[in-house]
C-alpha cells in the first residue's frame, strides 16, 4: 500500500534529521557497523549542502519519510543522495521521490541524470528506467565492492513509470 506523502523542499535545520535517515537505510541493508561508520562522512547531509543543491523530502503529516538530492551541472545532473527511512521501504514513497526528481531535472532542461547506485538499489533504478552505464569500484575492508554506475533521461522516467 502506498503512502500518501507531500514533496517539498528540504530546509537547512533539516540536515540532522537527512543524515539520520541516509544512515538507517544504509544500516537496514545489513551492513557491517563499522562500514556504516567509514561512509558516514559521505552520507553527512549539511546545511550548507541543503541550501546549494536541489533537496527535497517526503513529507508525511510532519514527520521526514525520505529524501533525494539533485545536483545540477549545466545539462546533467547527479542524483547524489536518495534516502527512504527503513519503515517507508516498499511502501512507494522511493518511487514519488524518484519521479519528483526526474520532474523537477526535466523542468530544469536536464539532458541526463546520473548516479552510482547501492547494489542493493540498483534494481529498483532499473525499474524506474534507469539503464547501467559502468561501474565505481569501491574498496573497503581490502575488497573491491562494484557500485552501478546508472544513467536516466529525466523525460524517459516521467513518461514510463508514471501511475494514472
Not at 533537496?55 to 519519510?65: C, I, K
Not at 547506485?117 to 524506474?128: L, Q
Request: glycine letters at 6%; one cysteine or more.
Amino acid at each position: 500500500m502506498a503512502t500518501a506523502v507531500t514533496i517539498r523542499r528540504a530546509i537547512p535545520e533539516e540536515a540532522a534529521t537527512l543524515t539520520q535517515i541516509a544512515l538507517d537505510a544504509k544500516r537496514y541493508w545489513g551492513y557491517p557497523e563499522h562500514w556504516i561508520q567509514h561512509w558516514e562522512s559521505d552520507l553527512t547531509i549539511s546545511s550548507d549542502f541543503i541550501r546549494e543543491h536541489h533537496v527535497y523530502v517526503a513529507d508525511d503529516e510532519g514527520e521526514v519519510r525520505g529524501f533525494y538530492a539533485l545536483c545540477v551541472f549545466d545539462k546533467n545532473a547527479e542524483l547524489e543522495h536518495m534516502w527512504v527511512t527503513p519503515s517507508a521501504i516498499g511502501t512507494g514513497v522511493g518511487k514519488e521521490l524518484f519521479l519528483d526528481a526526474m520532474e523537477r531535472a526535466a523542468a530544469l532542461n536536464v539532458n541526463a541524470v546520473e548516479l552510482s547506485a547501492d547494489p542493493n538499489a540498483a534494481g529498483f533504478y532499473s525499474r524506474m528506467g534507469a539503464t547501467q552505464i559502468g561501474e565505481t569500484d569501491s574498496i573497503i575492508d581490502g575488497h573491491v565492492r562494484k557500485l552501478p554506475r546508472m544513467k536516466i533521461e529525466p523525460d524517459v522516467a516521467t513518461k514510463g513509470t508514471k501511475s494514472t
